[in-house]
């Protein structure tokens, strides 16, 4: 969560992210819909590796409406 770092969860509907700590909601695209969050989730780049597992890049911001590859 961009409030204070908590790890988001995807709600019950599978409609909505949900910040267990403070209550942040966030749209299935990471915009903010409830705060205390002050602005949308992170993007980050992801690759899949051999082996089949995804490995997300930290260090590589995706922007507004840039689209992951996998």
Same mark, same amino acid.
């Given at each position: 969560?961009? $409030? ?9 509907g599978g ?6 700590? $403070?209550?942040? @909601? ?7 819909? @409830?705060?205390?969050a002050p ?19 930290q260090n ?6 840039? @689209?992951? @590859?996998?």
């Amino acid at each position: 969560c961009t $409030h204070l770092g908590c790890v988001v969860t995807l709600d019950k509907g599978g409609e909505q992210f949900d910040c267990p700590c $403070h209550g942040s @909601k966030f749209t299935m695209e990471g915009e903010v819909t @409830k705060a205390p969050a002050p602005r949308s989730l992170d993007r980050y780049e992801v690759s899949l590796l051999p082996g089949g597992q995804m490995m997300v890049d930290q260090n590589v911001r995706l922007g507004p409406g840039e @689209k992951l @590859k996998v």
